[in-house]
């Protein structure tokens, strides 16, 4: 596609329940990197993907979150159990190559644990 | 970990006068990127910018590895310049980029 796709756009869910984020990167991107930004705050690095590998896993908050690439596309970032304080706006990027190339956000995700 | 700050965080400006937003990071990096978060939360990559200087129409950034830190530049300041301009560094050999605090700018019509 032209740009980074995410979807939802927007996701309201009941706390307890799970929650699949998923991002479309550029084609032909083999780096796709998610974070996480609350509001007024700052971006949080939760992983990066280098084609299907994540050399990276440091950045998820616990183990109720997952992430997997397929393909050397398309990524699925997974909450289990939400609780209150995962509200945030989920974004996604990615690059033609490694960290030396330019990064490309999606609009994010985001995501309201009522 | 590496730790990036920006300054100012916080910044007004009337529009057509001209600022410097500034990053520091406590480490050796191999990259950098600049990026404007406009007020509906969108992220644009301004320049990737691991040394030297770069300059795109009114904006332009700096960045001197060796005392680690980035300069962005904005001349000619509009009301659509309005928003948050984050940094981002990958530290050697970490394969990820760690954004800075911001600077929030609003200029004024």
């Known amino acids: 596609g032209a740009g980074v796709s995410q979807s939802p756009s927007n996701k309201v869910t009941e706390k307890g329940k799970d929650v699949e984020l998923r991002c479309d990167p550029i084609s032909g991107h083999t780096a796709l990197y998610w974070y996480r930004q609350s509001l007024g705050q700052g971006l949080e690095f939760l992983i990066y993907f280098q084609g299907n590998s994540a050399p990276d896993k440091s950045g998820l908050p616990s183990d109720r979150f997952s992430a997997e690439r397929t393909g050397g596309s398309v990524s699925t970032l997974t909450i289990q159990r939400t609780q209150q304080e995962d509200s945030a706006v989920y974004l996604c990027a990615s690059s033609l190559g490694q960290v030396t190339n330019t990064i490309y956000f999606g609009e994010g995700s985001w995501l309201t644990v009522v | 970990g590496i730790q990036v700050e920006q300054s100012p965080p916080d910044l007004i400006l009337q529009e057509g006068a001209n600022s410097t937003l500034r990053c520091n990071f406590s480490d050796s990096v191999n990259n950098l990127q600049w990026f404007h978060q406009n007020p509906w939360g969108q992220l644009i990559n301004l320049f990737y910018?691991?040394?030297g200087t770069k300059q795109n129409g009114r904006l332009s950034a700096t960045t001197v590895a060796t005392e680690r830190y980035s300069l962005l530049y904005i001349s000619s300041s509009q009301t659509t310049d309005s928003g948050v301009y984050f940094c981002?560094?990958?530290?050697?050999?970490?394969?990820?980029?760690?954004f800075g605090t911001g600077t929030r700018l609003k200029v004024l019509a």
């Open positions: 981002a560094v990958e530290a050697s050999g970490t394969y990820k980029y760690i």
């Open positions: 910018i691991p040394s």
